[in-house]
């Protein structure tokens, strides 16, 4: 079985830029976690998605967000890039039981993001 | 406010000996505890779960153990094998009926096994 899938694996964007990364979950999940992870720092929660809307929303600026499409897949978009959005971005999906979102969140190999 | 705190930056274990990583949290809200496992320029692997109804969940050679007085637990690896040297984060979550779902991690530890 497929795991989480992200694209590109690497980006490099100059400041001011906008960025769009991608990511596609394990088949059968419906929910999908976006996570920073910066230099120096832990993973930082982003944003949650889940049967197509936004569900949850980390201490981050407005630009950056996101969607989720039908067929469950999501994309994220940072606006206004700036040095500091330079970070490992990954993506994660979880399957929902009985309505709900289960705890164990299956990661994927990442987007590594450069802003020059 | 560090919710999630892995005071050990770093460990190091000889070969076929037990690895011991430590995670306490100070939110008495979280009821689910997870632990990655994490290579450089990948994303975590998922090892284990504890549910904060139970003390302890064992899968293999891993085994994590909850203390909730003490608002803390341990993941052991016994025995501890030279592929298992990775960066290691505790995460957990507070799950009020599904409504958040966020995982909060810890700053990670990384487990050197020497052979």
């Known amino acids: 079985e497929a795991g989480v899938t992200q694209s590109p694996t690497h980006l490099i964007k100059t400041r001011g830029q906008q960025a769009t990364l991608r990511c596609s979950p394990i088949?059968?999940?419906?929910?999908v976690y976006w996570y920073q992870q910066a230099l120096g720092l832990g993973l930082q929660f982003l944003l949650w998605?889940?049967?197509?809307?936004?569900?949850n929303r980390g201490n981050f600026p407005p630009r950056f967000s996101g969607r989720q499409f039908p067929n469950y897949s999501s994309e994220l978009n940072v606006n206004a890039l700036e040095l500091e959005d330079s970070a490992l971005y990954l993506c994660?999906?979880?399957?929902?039981?009985?309505?709900?979102?289960?705890?164990?969140?299956?990661f994927g190999p990442g987007t590594r993001l450069t802003v020059l | 406010d560090q919710q999630v705190k892995q005071n050990s930056p770093s460990l190091s274990v000889q070969e076929g000996r037990i690895s011991i990583l430590n995670c306490d949290y100070t939110?008495?809200?979280?009821?689910?505890f997870l632990w990655y496992k994490k290579y450089p320029a990948e994303g975590p692997t998922f090892l284990i779960s504890?549910?904060?109804?139970?003390d302890k969940n064992e899968d293999g050679r891993f085994t994590v153990f909850l203390n909730k007085s003490a608002k803390h637990l341990s993941l052991h690896i016994v025995p501890s094998q030279p592929g298992d040297s990775a960066v290691y984060f505790c995460?957990?979550?507070?799950?009020?009926?599904?409504?958040?779902?966020?995982?909060?991690f810890g700053t990670g530890t990384l487990l050197a096994v020497q052979p």
């Open positions: 994660a999906s979880s399957e929902t039981s009985g309505g709900y979102s289960t705890d164990t969140q299956y």
């Open positions: 088949s059968g999940h419906t929910s």
């Open positions: 998605y889940d049967e197509g809307e936004e569900r």
């Open positions: 939110n008495s809200m979280f009821d689910y």
């Open positions: 504890i549910s904060s109804i139970k």
């Open positions: 995460a957990a979550s507070a799950r009020y009926g599904g409504a958040t779902n966020k995982l909060i």
